[in-house]
């Protein structure tokens, strides 16, 4: 059987995630490496750098791919004082007025433009595309994230900043420097395929192939990614590109990693880590278009309020958000990533969107995503077959009747509040 492997790299939020799979699926090697206070590229840069180091020599030469994703869209911009810098998807997007519709990789990219002095900029990289770039000296935009073709219609002075080459997410852009090879014990050349970023190929990971079909990725960020229907004509559609189908998708994201992080450090901690039903509602999060105020004030907390029975306010605000958000949305069954994955919270999924509910084996979604990719680049198949032979559902949960009413009851309240304070923030 094959040694050949595949080396993938999820360029989270908070965490790094490095993932070595051989090419029929068998796990070698992974690794979680918190980087959330990383504040320059190049650190970044030199943190997965030894990040693959850790990874035994034995399985480092027979690495034949690196496929990479990251939380997107991010950018790096290096101005030709030689300082990079990046600038994060989270971070407040400026006004942007364009008269066509873009999407949200392209307003993000204007943005930053609009932020700096143009003419001191000397090129402008996704995250994912700069690692790529590090690896390979190759600079590459993603062609289905970034229209080249509308985006200068805006800004004619990115045609030298950022339009280098496109790549298409299947293909490798080129191959690691041989020096930089050598340094990390790779054998012979291995080729550097950028993929979609992370709530994409966390889709593909799960195994979401169908209409209907949708993942709901449980971490700093909740996302909700879901397949909507057959009949798009869209070009820039990653996931219809990639499986050469039709497909559009519908997705919406909650962050909550900041609230997690107060909870921690303001509800006590017990002994039991049991998450009972008592319900308390976070003030839910107010969006409009591209930019959103979070609040995290509670109301109906009790005196002996928990860190768990936090953490489960927190999630039930975000999943109740998301419901409220899907109503016309198709979601025939919902399978979970991500480290916030447990039983209980399955089960409380499958009773607030009133659906089958699966978990998949392995729940590292994204970074799996992307080495799904590698994998079908090797074995010269097409992804669905890759993605169907080696995603296997471990549990499958169902809605309860009583819960799901009681659940749908609470969901008009959140709708109530939620409207009330929109309109009092937002118009």
């Known amino acids: 059987m094959s040694k050949e492997a595949i080396l993938s790299l999820d360029i989270g939020t908070v965490n790094l995630k490095t993932l070595a799979i051989t090419t029929y699926g068998k796990q070698l090697w992974l690794s979680k490496r918190n980087i959330s206070k990383t504040q320059t590229p190049r650190k970044l840069w030199t943190k997965i750098l030894n990040e693959i180091m850790e990874i035994p020599s034995s399985i480092r030469s027979n690495i034949k791919v690196i496929t990479i994703t990251s939380h997107g869209p991010s950018f790096v911009v290096k101005t030709y004082d030689n300082r990079e810098n990046i600038e994060p998807y989270y971070k407040q997007i400026s006004n942007v007025n364009v008269k066509s519709q873009l999407n949200f990789h392209e307003i993000k990219l204007l943005s930053i433009v609009n932020n700096y002095n143009v003419k001191k ?44 080459k496109g790549h298409d997410c299947m293909k490798p852009i080129g191959y690691i420097r041989k020096s930089l090879s050598k340094k990390l014990g790779l054998k012979e050349k291995v080729s550097v395929i950028v993929a ?19 993942n709901l990725n449980l971490g700093y960020t909740v996302t909700l990614l879901n397949i909507a229907n057959g009949n798009s004509k869209n070009e820039c559609d990653v996931i219809g ?7 559009s998708l519908r997705i919406d994201s909650v962050i909550i990693g900041h609230a997690i992080s107060f909870a921690k450090k303001v509800f006590s901690a017990n002994s039991s880590t049991q998450i009972n039903n008592d319900l308390s509602l976070i003030i839910p999060m107010i969006r409009k278009g591209m930019s959103y105020k ?31 958000n899907s109503t016309d949305k198709k979601l025939g069954k919902i399978r979970l990533s991500g480290g916030l994955v447990s039983d209980e919270i399955a089960k409380l999924v499958s009773n607030i969107f009133d659906t089958e509910v699966q978990i998949p084996k392995n729940i590292e979604s994204s970074v799996l995503g992307a080495s799904f990719i590698g994998i079908s680049y090797l074995n010269n198949e097409d992804l669905a077959t890759t993605v169907k032979r080696n995603v ?9 009747r009583e819960e799901t009413v009681k659940y749908s009851k609470y969901l008009e309240v ?3 509040i939620y409207d009330i304070l929109v309109e009092a923030f937002l118009n």
């Open 121 to 164: 900029v000397k090129w402008i990289l996704g995250l994912k595309e700069y690692i790529a770039y590090r690896f390979t000296n190759i600079a590459t935009y993603d062609k289905l994230e970034l229209r080249e073709k509308e985006l200068r219609k805006h800004v004619k002075e990115l045609e030298s900043k950022i339009f280098a």
């Open 196 to 214: 979609p970023t992370d709530a994409i190929c966390s889709l593909i990971g799960v195994g979401c192939l169908d209409i209907g079909c949708t």
């Open 241 to 247: 590109y990639l499986l050469r189908k039709n497909v």
């Open 294 to 324: 979070t609040t995290i004030s509670a109301i109906n907390i009790s005196h002996d309020f928990t860190y768990a029975k936090a953490l489960r306010t927190i999630i039930t605000t975000a999943l109740l958000y998301l419901s409220l």
């Open 392 to 400: 296997e559902i471990e549990k499958i949960f169902t809605p309860s």
């Open 414 to 416: 959140f709708r109530k």
